[in-house]
T-cell receptor, first 118, second 116 residues
Framework: AQSVTQLDSQVPVFEEAPVELRCNYSSSVSVYLFWYVQYPNQGLQLLLKYLSGSTLVKGINGFEAEFNKSQTSFHLRKPSVHISDTAEYFC????????????????FGQGTILTVHP | DTAVSQTPKYLVTQMGNDKSIKCEQNLGHDTMYWYKQDSKKFLKIMFSYNNKELIINETVPNRFSPKSPDKAHLNLHINSLELGDSAVYFCASARTLVGQGRNTIYFGEGSWLTVV
């Protein structure tokens, strides 16, 4: 079974500082990896995803993440955050071998609240 | 235009009532989902439908009954609501290619259900 652990429940940071949100997963098979963002009272928006290929994945809003298979991690980074990045961030995994109709079975971490202070 | 839309966005109701949440997607996707986010923000899949057929049912109580009248709609009906049903319910959709799990899942904005 797959599981996802987001190591920090809350990350406060000052504007223009760099940030890293940590995500570790456990799976006995290969995985697809995702980061979603949830702004207050809004739905989930995909930031980026790793399917295969380059381990460094670039997403929207200046975010990037690096897939590290040996450490089973997929940490999210941004070199300089803005107030508007304040939101909750979710890491998720899915099994690429589960078959097309099982693709939607994302397993989510419990979220990291990023708060950017002026 | 909203890709995945859910109604209502907020719903407050008493225990024992029956309520429905509607979901529609205009992306031409063939797979739709319901996810539940509990008070601790934990997101978990409840159901998935592909071309109107139930694919995933994650041990959700029988009081929850999804209905998919067509590929673009997946409604969630909940009978005899309980306090523990209070949560945010997210509808989602994806275009699913057989043998490939690469397509992005698009989520709606959520429906905040509060049972009192």
């Amino acid at each position: 079974a797959q599981s996802v652990t987001q190591l920090d429940s809350q990350v406060p940071v000052f504007e223009e500082a760099p940030v890293e949100l940590r995500c570790n997963y456990s799976s006995s098979v290969s995985v697809y990896l995702f980061w979603y963002v949830q702004y207050p009272n809004q739905g989930l928006q995909l930031l980026l995803k790793y399917l295969s290929g380059s381990t460094l994945v670039k997403g929207i809003n200046g975010f990037e993440a690096e897939f590290n298979k040996s450490q089973t991690s997929f940490h999210l980074r941004k070199p300089s955050v803005h107030i508007s990045d304040t939101a909750e961030y979710f890491c998720a995994v899915s099994d690429p071998n589960a078959g097309g109709t099982s693709y939607g079975k994302l397993t989510f971490g419990q979220g990291t609240i990023l708060t950017v202070h002026p | 235009d909203t890709a995945v839309s859910q109604t209502p966005k907020y719903l407050v109701t008493q225990m024992g009532n029956d309520k429905s949440i509607k979901c529609e997607q205009n992306l031409g996707h063939d797979t739709m989902y319901w996810y539940k986010q509990d008070s601790k923000k934990f997101l978990k899949i409840m159901f998935s439908y592909n071309n109107k057929e139930l694919i995933i049912n994650e041990t959700v109580p029988n009081r929850f009954s999804p209905k998919s009248p067509d590929k673009a709609h997946l409604n969630l009906h909940i009978n005899s609501l309980e306090l523990g049903d209070s949560a945010v319910y997210f509808c989602a959709s994806a275009r699913t290619l057989v043998g490939q799990g690469r397509n992005t899942i698009y989520f709606g904005e959520g429906s905040w259900l509060t049972v009192v």
